[in-house]
């Protein structure tokens, strides 16, 4: 009777054990099971559509033209708003335009959707979105209205892509948006322009479009700001910190880990290597097709060891004025030609400060007092793509260089009565001091 009787307790026990365990388990699975819906995703799409009352001109095959960066803003704008007015809006990331082909106009374009939870948008619903957003259908023509843009709803196009495939894309149209519509020294820096302890040469004076090589150590402050691939420049204006074109770090290129940051050499793939800890952009920057405000600075994951050949350029006091007429310097990596390959040695190009009143007579109410023209306007010599967020480097009659520029836009390159337009520095120096103590 106390066999049977301990044999059925000890069935008990094992079973109340294994019911306790059955519990468990099937807590940990439903735990485990909301932490994978939990986790962030994100996913990308290509998709296109026809614009049948835009009509196509050359013009919008070069990024770098006003007709590109007008059309562009409008369809940003608008996918914009389909998408955020729609059921995906807590979704949906962001849109880039990457080009227009001819025809009636064709856009071409990448969005991207993320969130938490085991869901991630499918391209049946991108596209359902957009069709509903449309108005004025008309099943006869097969046409319809996306604000004052007519589309070809035979043309609608969504797939998705891959993250490689999405970067390429973005990247792509950041550097062909690139300057478009255009002996040891001491390791403490100072933005003083007495005695500074910064802007000053080390190599030997010897692109650009009609640029020359640059030597090691002739501009030590020069940046190379990587994704893979060189795609802005930039200054180092202390051990710690960058600065460079709010353009640059728009739509996926916004995100510090993505970026490398190479100095100390001229050749494009050698140098210095850090990573960037933060990227802040002046909070009165809009858009690449309004360009007041566009700087940026970002501070380095591990700071510098400053050498002859990696130092800071001097930043000028807010009440210091660069001369119309003086002679000043623009560096970069960016292309030889407009739409050309990008060189393998840093680029130098001589340029001359262009007055206000002649820089708004060739762009018109693009201009603000936040920029500043430079150039020659018989053309010859102009920051051009990939040198976007580079110095604009003027001489004083001391020897030392300071910072009077950023490469931000321009229409084309090296075109005659254009200028290269930069970010004033001299307009941006307190809120540059603000975020970085420099």
Request: hydrophobic share 40%; net charge neutral; glycine share 8%.
């Given at each position: 009777?106390k066999?049977?009787?301990c044999?059925?307790?000890?069935?008990?026990?094992i079973?109340?054990?294994?019911a306790?365990i059955?519990?468990v388990?099937a807590i940990l699975?439903i735990f485990?099971?909301?932490?994978?819906?939990?986790s962030p995703?994100k996913?990308?799409?290509k998709?296109?559509f026809?614009?049948?009352n835009?009509?196509y001109?050359d013009n919008?095959?070069?990024?770098?033209?006003?007709?590109?960066?007008v059309l562009a803003?409008?369809t940003h704008?608008?996918?914009r708003?389909?998408?955020?007015k729609?059921?995906l809006?807590?979704?949906?990331?962001?849109?880039q335009v990457?080009?227009?082909?001819?025809?009636?106009?064709k856009?071409v374009f990448?969005?991207?959707?993320?969130?938490?939870?085991?869901?991630?948008t499918v391209v049946?619903?991108i596209?359902?979105?957009f069709?509903q957003?449309l108005t004025q259908?008309?099943?006869?023509?097969?046409?319809?209205?996306?604000d004052?843009?007519?589309i070809?709803l035979?043309?609608?196009?969504?797939t998705?892509i891959?993250?490689a495939?999405?970067?390429?894309?973005?990247?792509?149209?950041m550097?062909n948006l690139?300057?478009?519509?255009t002996?040891?020294?001491?390791?403490?820096?100072?933005?003083?322009?007495?005695?500074?302890?910064?802007?000053?040469?080390?190599?030997l004076?010897s692109?650009?479009v009609?640029?020359?090589?640059?030597e090691?150590?002739e501009?030590?402050?020069q940046v190379?700001?990587q994704?893979?691939?060189?795609?802005c420049?930039?200054?180092?204006?202390?051990?710690?910190?960058?600065i460079?074109?709010?353009?640059c770090f728009?739509?996926q290129?916004?995100?510090?880990s993505?970026w490398?940051?190479?100095?100390g050499?001229?050749?494009l793939r050698r140098?210095?290597?850090?990573?960037?800890?933060?990227?802040?952009i002046?909070?009165?920057?809009?858009t690449?097709?309004?360009?007041?405000y566009?700087?940026?600075?970002?501070?380095?994951l591990?700071p510098?060891n400053?050498?002859?050949?990696?130092q800071?350029?001097?930043l000028?006091?807010?009440s210091?004025?660069?001369p119309?007429g003086?002679?000043?310097?623009v560096t970069g990596?960016g292309?030889l030609?407009?739409?050309g390959?990008?060189?393998d040695?840093?680029?130098?190009g001589?340029?001359v400060?262009i007055?206000?009143?002649?820089c708004k007579?060739?762009?018109?109410?693009?201009?603000?007092?936040i920029?500043?023209?430079a150039?020659?306007l018989?053309?010859?010599v102009?920051?051009?793509q990939?040198?976007s967020g580079?110095?604009?480097?003027?001489?004083?009659s001391d020897?030392?260089?300071f910072l009077?520029?950023?490469v931000s836009?321009?229409?084309?390159?090296?075109?005659?009565g254009f200028?290269?337009?930069y970010?004033r520095?001299?307009?941006i120096?307190?809120w540059?001091?603000?975020?970085t103590g420099?």
């Amino acid at each position: 009777m106390k066999t049977t009787r301990c044999i059925v307790t000890t069935i008990l026990i094992i079973c109340g054990l294994a019911a306790i365990i059955a519990v468990v388990v099937a807590i940990l699975a439903i735990f485990l099971t909301k932490a994978a819906n939990s986790s962030p995703w994100k996913v990308y799409y290509k998709g296109n559509f026809r614009i049948l009352n835009v009509p196509y001109n050359d013009n919008l095959a070069t990024s770098s033209s006003m007709e590109f960066f007008v059309l562009a803003n409008k369809t940003h704008a608008q996918l914009r708003s389909v998408y955020s007015k729609s059921s995906l809006s807590n979704q949906f990331g962001l849109a880039q335009v990457i080009e227009f082909s001819s025809g009636s106009v064709k856009v071409v374009f990448v969005l991207q959707f993320r969130g938490n939870g085991s869901t991630p948008t499918v391209v049946g619903a991108i596209k359902e979105a957009f069709q509903q957003s449309l108005t004025q259908l008309n099943t006869f023509d097969q046409s319809g209205y996306l604000d004052d843009f007519i589309i070809d709803l035979t043309s609608i196009q969504f797939t998705e892509i891959s993250k490689a495939e999405a970067d390429a894309l973005f990247i792509k149209a950041m550097q062909n948006l690139n300057a478009t519509i255009t002996t040891e020294i001491p390791t403490t820096f100072t933005s003083k322009e007495e005695s500074p302890t910064c802007g000053s040469q080390f190599g030997l004076t010897s692109k650009i479009v009609g640029g020359t090589n640059s030597e090691d150590g002739e501009w030590p402050w020069q940046v190379s700001l990587q994704v893979g691939s060189h795609v802005c420049g930039a200054s180092i204006i202390s051990d710690s910190w960058l600065i460079s074109a709010a353009h640059c770090f728009q739509m996926q290129l916004s995100i510090p880990s993505e970026w490398q940051a190479y100095m100390g050499s001229v050749e494009l793939r050698r140098g210095t290597r850090r990573d960037i800890k933060r990227i802040i952009i002046h909070p009165s920057y809009r858009t690449i097709n309004d360009n007041n405000y566009d700087v940026a600075v970002l501070e380095l994951l591990n700071p510098l060891n400053f050498s002859k050949f990696i130092q800071p350029i001097c930043l000028p006091s807010s009440s210091k004025i660069f001369p119309d007429g003086q002679h000043c310097t623009v560096t970069g990596w960016g292309a030889l030609a407009f739409g050309g390959q990008l060189p393998d040695i840093l680029q130098r190009g001589n340029v001359v400060i262009i007055s206000e009143q002649t820089c708004k007579h060739a762009y018109k109410n693009l201009i603000t007092p936040i920029m500043l023209c430079a150039g020659i306007l018989t053309g010859e010599v102009d920051s051009c793509q990939g040198d976007s967020g580079g110095p604009l480097a003027c001489k004083q009659s001391d020897g030392f260089w300071f910072l009077a520029g950023i490469v931000s836009f321009g229409k084309g390159c090296a075109n005659p009565g254009f200028p290269g337009v930069y970010t004033r520095v001299t307009a941006i120096r307190e809120w540059v001091h603000e975020q970085t103590g420099v």
